[in-house]
């Protein structure tokens, strides 16, 4: 028998716990209801440089259905006991199926896992957050429906309505989600249900087509937040080109970032590279195939000139552009010309398609998988690079401009390298925004490289605020010094709004650093 | 028609179905009709192998290490808790499995068809 002493939701008496944990079972089957510390291993498991013992549920739950998720939020309410929401609980890096502080119970929604409708006329889907892509993809093929979905790289073992809800991006032309999400339903706080959009209108068929139904537009308010408990949500499906071109163009010199984002800009923005572009530093794209140690053994961060050998060796550019072309063969050659002829332009760039890039030693295959919607882990393969588990994704936004590419990539190189960590970058170019995204890869067996890790991560956070840069998303040890760096009046009404739908501050306490 | 409901659904209990008839009282008008549930699926062995594991482990993919080799049965029990282990609890850049997205049922039968090396043809064609 385990002499660990019980963990309780913060505030609330064992009593109460137990009250409440019968009620859960009430409206579950017992077996739903997860309280065993064996059942809650896996929701335990962080990447982030935080202390475990922070991130230990009391409980985990496991509905079925909107209307038990409804009566659960009752329960809480009724014993303040406070709950995590997770859906397909991938998010790896951010906190994974963590709760955010220790205590909470994880609402669990995976086996919540219906896809109500796919519509191949207008090319929508209306699923519920246990839906994996991998789960909807396989449905879209076994109907032949010519319909592609656009996942982020863990694709398979993730979710459309947990990545959309926490803004995530993948890279077709579809890949910010938030911006191909249509009509949510949501539970609140008090168990209430609520359909935004159209979704209000009884019989509407345009819930899934017509984002902003009337009045003020919520769906907003239910991302990266802790307002309510999205049960359903809408998404658009993008219809399969005729044909399809992904294309990769190196650039050797680590200045020439700045000549590729203004060169890509105007392509991006008149939507002659429609999708999600990424530009990939080379320590990205070999490390999601190389390991560090066959190029440099140092526990510092690796020198360039191990990053040059690992350029001649690996055939990999210092920047590398995975960018697609879709539409008619007869658009893409005209597209293609107009890529072609931008980039051709300086003499620097390495422009390639087809066999010529698959033979390029980086990400080429799993990029061109995941720029046409296909189930890919790859980039898993960056967790072998340095070894020990350790990630955290710093991903300050920024415009595509190449004096702020080139501003942020010294920035960050810098602060890295004050901490002995590599900078494992690329930049997503969205419509006219960038994510600069950094996996702040580390050895999390390692205590001092944790508390480096950590701290370099605070200070990156800091000094890119100090420059006017501030972050897309961010993990759960770290969501309450983004908040700040975000101003206080934003903060007020984020906390306003939290007060008004849930006084009780029941639903996932500190998400985004949002409390009542 | 081509729009289209589906559900992998688990087992609803009729004590469940009867408290489910009786919050319905509390929905809002439209809700989306529950589909009749039906008995719920362990999926096949071969086929949360190619949902899941087959991504990494794979051989043509090789971001985590073969699985896929038979062991001989005096390994089986030290092999099998080993895999158990891994998933639910994780390991280095492995992320964890929970019983919603592996049930205990399937996590079973994947480490029998593992330990035999059932996907062992398949890996290689991979
Ligand atoms: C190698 C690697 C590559 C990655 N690449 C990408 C990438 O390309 N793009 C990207 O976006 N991410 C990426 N990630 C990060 C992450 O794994 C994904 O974003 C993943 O999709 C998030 O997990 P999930 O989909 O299971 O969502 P979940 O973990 O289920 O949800 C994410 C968060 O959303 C909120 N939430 C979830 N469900 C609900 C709900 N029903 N109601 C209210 N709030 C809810 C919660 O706060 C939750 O923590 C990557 C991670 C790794 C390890």
Redesign the pocket.
Known sequence: MSTAPRILPKGVAEADFDTALGRFREILDADSVLTESDQLAPYTKI?MAGDDADYIPSGALLPTTAEQVQEIARTCNEFKVPI??????????????AP?ETGQVI?D??RMNRIINVNPDVCTALIE?GV??QQLYDYIQEKGYKLWLD?????A???????????????TPYGE?FMFQCGME?VLANGEMVRTGMGGIENSSSWQVFKWGYGPYIDGL?????Y????K?GLWLMPEPPAYRPFLIQYQDPEDIEEIVEVLRPLRISQIIPNAVVIVHTLWDAGTHVVRKDYYDGTDSIPREAIERIKRDEGIGEWNVYAALYGTPEQIEVNWNIVEQAFSKSGKAKIMYGEEAEKRGGGFEYRSA?MKGDMN?Q?????NWRGGGG?M?FAPVSQAKGSETKDQTALAQQILGKYGFDYVAEY?VGWRDMHH?I?LLYNRQDPDETQRAYDCFAELIDEFAKRGYGLY?TN?EFMEQVAGTFGEPLRNVHTALKNALDPNGI??PG?SGIRQ | MQNTTIGPLRLLSNTRLKSLALLGGLLLPMVVSVPNAVASEAREPAEVYRQICAHCHALDKAVGPEITMAFPETAHEAWGNYIRTTVRNGRG?M?SFREAKVSDEELDALIQALMYGEFADTAEEE
């Open positions: 990447m995590w929401t997770i859906s397909t609980g991938k998010n790896l890096g951010y906190g994974s199926a955010g609402l929604l995976h957050p994996t892509y996942p982020p790289a863990p694709s073992i993730a979710g459309p309505v947990g990545n959309t809800l926490d803004r995530g991006v993948g890279y989600h949501v239910f991302t990266q937040s802790n309510g408990i999205v049960t949500m995941l882990l980039e898993f393969g960056l967790y990630s994704w997503i995204v996996d998303r759960t639903l996932s998400k | 850049a992320p």
